[in-house]
Structure formats: structure tokens, C-alpha cells
């Protein structure tokens, strides 16, 4: 017997007869003989129709960012999983098995009070391993958890990846399967290549950076979590028919894996990542003197404002300029720090900003021990007519920001170039 974790996304969950399908799903594994967490998403759509209501009766974006906002807006998005695991364990008691669902305040899960953006810092299992060994099913809302004070928190978007794996890591489950519309992790978006090719397995630290560049196949602190606690993860597609035979299904779709072995020798690029979701931001004419990056990006993290690629120019007459990109939801926010905070106090010229760029990346571990991998992907770009505004690099990938117009283009170009629809990519 095993300790398995599934994790539904919304898809899975965005009807009623797809719940049933899931609790059909579950039924065949425990009847196996497996004991069971299941932790599904909310329903298709459902987290977007709460965030547009509360949208529309606080339109202002900088009073809808304020703590106590933030408080409610957790709060307010938390209710769509507790939806699903109270349908999801009605669908499997009319199966005829035991289940029970707890939200995770219930668990607890908690979390720091980070609200839209929490972080889970423990999770007490003692209440789910007894109902597992009372022969339950045990059902839990993905997504959220409770901070010390007692309020409901998020984990953001993708989380429910998230509080799957981190269940899985803190009960040392056997395996976490993750439930998709798709049916693995693939090369690339089949639908801007249609050639992109199923990966039988990927790395966790190509995984990683996958998911960090703009896969959304799992959410980014999911594969943390699986790969500090050595969480065996597999990702397949709940869209199989649910009786198929276990060994099967436990066999199929995307094995994400500590094992590198002859691969290193084999695949140089594993996928080709790509995000629209990005704007960049420059801050010109600044005083090129020590404590000025802090001075700029400083104020952009105290205001809860991840940044990605960072880039500062060469500096003239004393002058630089300093680039950087952030998340586009969060591009007018940090406009507006910038022209208030940060050039009154550094001095700058102007800051200048462009919502219309997207990052394209190529990943691979076999870029270690291969020379040449960057240049082939700017000789490719560059035989497309395709400029290059910015480049950050690491020993397994290489990121370029470019004119959004040009990702689908950039995109296919680089997959036919490092022959990622063959079994074996081109060195």
C-alpha cells in the first residue's frame, strides 16, 4: 500500500461530470489499495469571476492593494476550492467510499501573512493521517492556508501545485501525480509548434527553470518544494479515460527526476520557455556611484514587486542607465514608485517603460558540457530579423527579451533550430 498525493487542476474540476470522473478516478486508486490525499483546484474560471467581482467594487488598483484589501481579497478567493473538495467528497461517497474534506485552515497549513503571495511555513498532518488510517479519503483545498494571526491566506496563482507537493513533502508520500488538461511536460507550447514532443522525463532543475521561465505546465514554487524534499513528481492528463489500469497511468505522461545519467550526453536543449506576461522598465540617465541598484530595485521590493532580468549599461560621463523587468500587473505599480520614490531621491533623468515585450528561453542540462548552444540560438533569432533588447544567461539556460510580436516566430524558429521534434536535439 501507498501514500499517494493527486492534485486536480481546474479543468479537471469544471464541471459536475468531471468532478464525478475525478471521484471516479480516485475510487480506482483506492480500491487498489492506496491510501489517498486529493487536493483539486476551484473550478474553471471560478477564481477569476471572485477577483472580477471584488474588481468591480473596488476599481481602484492602489486602494485594492492595500493590507486590509488583500486580507479580504484571500479571503474571498479562498471559497472557490472549498466548492470543489465539498463536491469532490460528495462524488466519492456516492462511489461508495469514505472521504472527508478540509480546508486549509483545517489542516492547518500555515502559512506567513504574505496575503495574495503567502508562503506555507509548516503543515500539521496529525488530523489527515488519522482519517487515512480510519480508511478515508482526505480531501484539501490547494491554493490556501492560515497565517498567525488566524486569517485565511493565498498562495497565488498556481498554488494549488503548491500546497500538493507540500503536502506530499511533509506526509513523505510515495508519489504526487499532478492532473492536467495536458499529458505531460512537452518541448515546448504545442500550440504555437505543433511538432513539440512529449518528454517521457525532465530533470527537476530543468523543470525549474521551465516552470520559472513561463511553462505553465506547474506553478514555480511547486518544483521547489519537490526538489528540496525529493518529492517524486509525475504530471499526466486527467483527461485519460479513468479506468485504464493503474499501471498504466502511473506510467504515463511526464517523470520529473533527480536522475541525469546519459541524458547530460544527450538532449543539449530540453525546451524552448517562453512569458508575454512581462513589461520592461528602464530608469535612464542615473548617477553611476556605489548603492544605486539598491537604491532603484529598494523601494520596487518594498512594494511586494518581484523583478526578473536586470541589466545595467555601461556608464557615461557618469550616467548609466538601469533595465529591469517585472510581472505586467505589476508594471503601472511600478511606474508609479519609481516616478515618486526613486527619481526624486537618485536624481535620474526619466524612467521609461514598454508592457509589449515578452522573454523566450532556451533550457537545457546538457548546455553545461556544450559550447556554442547561446550563439546558435542568436544566429537563429537573428537570421528571423528578431532584435534582442536584453539577455540573462545561466549554466542550464539562456533568456532573451524581445518585441512580443515576434515570440510565436522566435519560438518555432528556436525548436526547429535545435531539432527538439527528433528524440535526440541537435548539438
Excluded at 528602464?282 to 511586494?304: L, Y
Aim: glycine share 8%; hydrophobic share 45%.
Amino acid at each position: 500500500m501507498a501514500l499517494i498525493v493527486h492534485k486536480y487542476g481546474g479543468t479537471s474540476m469544471g464541471s459536475t461530470e468531471r468532478i464525478r470522473s475525478v471521484a471516479q478516478r480516485v475510487a480506482k486508486w483506492v480500491r487498489a489499495g492506496h491510501q489517498l490525499v486529493v487536493v483539486p483546484s476551484a473550478m474553471s474560471g471560478e477564481t477569476n469571476r471572485l477577483l472580477g467581482l471584488a474588481k468591480d467594487l473596488m476599481p481602484d488598483p492602489q486602494l485594492a492593494s492595500t493590507p486590509a484589501a488583500l486580507r479580504e481579497l484571500d479571503a474571498l478567493a479562498a471559497t472557490g476550492e472549498q466548492v470543489s473538495v465539498g463536491l469532490l467528497a460528495l462524488a466519492l461517497q456516492a462511489q461508495g467510499v469514505a472521504a472527508v474534506s478540509y480546508g486549509g485552515w483545517q489542516v492547518p497549513i500555515r502559512t506567513d501573512s504574505a496575503f495574495t503571495k503567502a508562503r506555507i511555513s509548516a503543515i500539521d498532518d496529525t488530523r489527515v493521517r488519522a482519517d487515512l488510517a480510519a480508511g478515508k479519503v482526505v480531501i484539501v483545498t490547494g491554493f490556501q492556508g492560515i497565517d498567525p494571526e488566524g486569517n485565511v491566506t493565498t498562495l497565488g496563482r498556481g498554488g494549488s501545485d503548491t500546497s500538493a507537493v507540500a503536502v506530499a513533502a511533509a506526509m513523505k508520500a510515495d508519489e504526487c501525480l499532478i492532473y492536467t488538461d495536458v499529458d505531460g511536460v512537452y518541448t515546448t507550447d504545442p500550440r504555437i509548434v505543433p511538432e513539440a514532443r512529449r518528454l517521457s522525463t525532465i530533470s527537476f532543475e530543468e523543470m525549474l527553470e521551465m516552470a520559472s521561465l513561463g511553462s505553465k505546465v506547474l506553478q514555480i514554487r511547486s518544483v521547489e518544494f519537490a526538489g528540496k524534499y525529493r518529492v517524486p513528481l509525475r504530471v499526466l492528463s486527467s483527461f485519460t479515460p479513468w479506468d485504464i489500469p493503474i499501471e498504466e497511468e502511473a506510467s504515463s505522461g511526464t517523470l520529473i527526476t533527480f536522475e541525469e545519467d546519459e541524458k547530460m550526453e544527450q538532449a543539449v536543449v530540453a525546451g524552448i520557455a517562453f512569458n508575454r506576461d512581462e513589461a520592461k522598465i528602464s530608469v535612464i540617465g542615473v548617477p553611476d556611484k556605489p548603492g544605486i541598484a539598491f537604491q532603484i530595485i529598494g523601494p520596487v521590493a518594498d512594494a511586494n514587486i518581484d523583478i526578473d532580468v536586470i541589466i545595467q549599461n555601461v556608464s557615461h560621463s557618469g550616467r548609466t542607465d538601469f533595465s529591469f523587468t517585472v510581472h505586467r500587473n505589476d508594471y503601472a505599480r511600478t511606474l508609479e514608485v519609481l516616478k515618486t520614490k526613486v527619481l526624486p531621491a537618485t536624481g535620474a533623468a526619466e524612467v521609461l517603460g514598454d508592457a509589449k515585450i515578452c522573454k523566450v528561453s532556451i533550457v537545457g542540462i546538457g548546455m553545461r558540457s556544450h559550447v556554442g548552444v547561446a550563439s546558435k540560438m542568436f544566429r537563429t533569432l537573428s537570421d528571423e530579423g528578431i532584435n534582442i533588447q536584453m539577455i540573462t544567461t545561466s549554466e542550464i539556460k539562456t533568456s532573451v527579451v524581445i518585441d512580443e510580436k515576434y515570440m510565436e516566430l522566435a519560438v518555432r524558429a528556436l525548436h526547429k533550430a535545435f531539432d527538439l521534434d527528433q528524440e535526440t536535439a541537435a548539438v
